[in-house]
């Protein structure tokens, strides 16, 4: 059964950091790029990052460039966004993906991703 698990959300102060983990079973996550999503309340879910398989090429949205770095870790079927100097406007779910084309790419539209995992809540406040 192919699944995907986010962990690692939680509250932190604007400022603050935290690491999501995306962590795959049924299937090897070496062989797709992923992506990382997010909601937020009221809003549509939009594009955050994404990783391509081989030489693990990233992608970032212009909002969290600079700020987000993905990664993965293919022995441990896990691929990380770690986010620091967050903001209030990072907060939403955090949700990771299988990017449905060829794992040598990969792009920030949703519409393009098969698989997804259930989220994690991600609150930046003081």
């Known amino acids: 059964q192919v699944q995907l698990v986010e962990s690692g959300g939680g509250l932190v102060q604007p400022g603050g950091s935290l690491r999501l983990s995306c962590v795959a079973s049924?299937?090897?996550?070496?062989?797709?790029?992923i992506g990382w999503f997010r909601q937020a309340p009221g809003k549509e879910r939009e594009g955050v990052s994404c990783?391509?398989?081989?030489?693990?090429?990233?992608y970032y949205a212009d909002s969290v460039k600079g700020r987000f770095t993905i990664s993965r870790d293919n022995a441990k079927n896990t691929v990380y966004l770690q986010m620091d100097s967050l903001k209030p406007e990072d907060t939403a779910v955090y949700y990771c993906?299988?990017?449905?084309?060829?794992?040598?790419?990969?792009?920030?539209?949703?519409?393009?991703?098969?698989?997804w995992g259930q989220g994690t809540r991600v609150t930046v406040s003081s």
């Open positions: 990783i391509r398989t081989s030489i693990g090429t990233t």
């Open positions: 049924g299937f090897t996550l070496g062989y797709f790029a």
């Open positions: 993906a299988t990017y449905r084309g060829h794992g040598s790419s990969c792009n920030l539209d949703p519409n393009e991703y098969d698989y």
